[in-house]
């Protein structure tokens, strides 16, 4: 588990270097609620749902890995009590068919189709870091290649590839393309993108609480989603073989499958287990958990800012429920507990997200969402932490770069 994490840890700040597009320096977003707060909103489901929602009525849970989770990770304690309030969640991972809608609606052009800018790239890489070759300086995403045979795994840059042209559109990179692929989870998006995305659609992203918690399926306590029995194929779409070289894709899929292929957890949550990451709102601290030691956290949104004693130049989101590269050998991290964590400007092949929504803010956006689409998109859709984000945003449809790209695909475990 050590392994797997420092592998992690490597392969983010080696791509710190090389990759990462630009640096949006969201300087100190959620804040740390109180120790303990009221009871949880437990109402029943509201009537009119959200397309594609399920309502996840609130309520209290352990969060964190229980002290018997030999597959559990540092990062994961200590489990701690925390209260959350009803949502709105989607079923499923946020498909291309859906990011589709959102592009063309917006014009929007995600960070894997932009070139890095050194100037702001080069505040999150250790001090001194030489600037990267031209030809590194390119929009391109982290497609994964696999190795010919075993290796150690300590080290991802030996499975990851920095792929020019690898976008949402063309996952594995030039020469790929997502035809057929409407109903399998966007990747290659940022945390920006993400986030771009469902304030587009009038939602946000979960907390690392409201994840867990919605992802446990009323299974407190319990190792996995469906519980303590370990994964097979049939449970979620994850890694059979040998990792990283002989992926046999006994669950049927070698990388994304479409979002509702494997069963759903006790909420009718889809893919929570494997198939892509999913990107959280909080920070990353390996000791986020440490705050919340004692007492009942209420809907707690993460600590104020973001510290990897490993890569402490390069603030990072939280990412949970791994990917069809999880392997148990590797990184479990289809465990409802597990944490990993990537800049917000990085993004992935198998890195996606799902939105939440209160029930509060849906209704105000359905009362306002005419008036929102189609205006001032910028504005829309920006992260208000984000002030640079406006210059990324595109009012023409498309972003006339789909020619050029291509390549193969990302990702870590
Ligand atoms: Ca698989
Ligand atoms: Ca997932």
Redesign the pocket.
């Known amino acids: 588990m050590g392994g797997h994490r420092q592998s992690f840890r490597k392969l983010e700040s080696g791509f710190a270097i090389i990759v990462l597009a630009m640096a949006t320096a969201c300087a100190g977003t959620p804040s740390q609620p109180p120790p303990s707060a009221p009871a949880p909103e437990t109402t029943a489901s509201p009537a009119s749902a959200p397309p594609g929602m399920v309502w996840i009525a609130g309520g209290e849970f352990t969060m964190g890995a229980s002290a018997n989770d030999s597959e559990a990770r540092p990062d994961e304690f200590p489990a701690h009590r925390v209260r959350v309030d009803g949502f709105w969640m989607d079923e499923t991972?946020v498909t291309n068919a859906q990011f589709r809608a959102f592009v063309d609606a917006t014009g929007y052009v995600t960070m894997a189709e932009k070139a890095p800018d050194w100037e702001e790239l080069k505040k999150q890489v250790p001090p001194g870091t030489p600037k990267p070759s031209a030809d590194k300086l390119v929009a391109a995403s982290l497609v994964f290649v696999g190795t010919k045979g075993p290796v150690g795994l300590e080290d991802l840059s030996q499975w990851w590839a920095w792929t020019p042209g690898a976008d949402w559109r063309h996952p594995e990179g030039p020469g790929s393309s997502i035809d057929g692929k409407d109903d399998h989870p966007v990747v290659h998006v940022s945390w920006d993108d993400a986030v771009a995305y469902a304030k587009w659609a009038g939602k946000r992203l979960p907390t690392e609480a409201e994840w867990e918690y919605a992802s446990r399926g009323g299974l407190d306590g319990k190792r996995y989603a469906w519980g303590d029995e370990p994964v097979t194929e049939a449970r979620a779409n994850t890694w059979q073989g040998a990792f990283p070289y002989s992926n046999t894709a006994e669950d049927g899929f070698k990388t994304t499958s479409p979002v509702r292929a494997f069963v759903a957890n006790g909420y009718g949550l889809f893919?929570?287990?494997?198939?892509?990451?999913?990107w959280c709102s909080d920070w990353y601290r390996p000791d986020a958990y440490m705050a919340y030691a004692s007492g009942v956290a209420a809907n707690p949104t993460g600590p104020e800012s973001s510290h990897d004693p490993d890569d402490p130049t390069a603030p990072k989101h939280v990412v949970r429920?791994g990917s069809f590269l999880c392997h148990a050998s590797y990184c479990a991290s289809y465990r409802p507990a597990a944490r990993m964590r990537n800049t917000p400007d990085t993004a992935m092949q198998h890195t996606g997200f799902r939105c939440v929504v209160s029930r509060e803010a849906w209704e105000k956006h359905t009362a306002a969402g005419p008036e929102l689409v189609g205006t001032d998109v910028a504005t829309a859709v920006a992260p208000s932490c984000c002030q640079k984000i406006p210059s990324r945003f595109q009012t023409t449809a498309r972003s006339g770069r789909e020619s050029k790209r291509s390549s193969q695909s990302p990702q870590s475990r």
Request: aromatic share 10%; proline share 0%; no cysteine.
């Open positions: 991972e893919g929570t287990a494997g198939n892509v990451w999913e429920g």
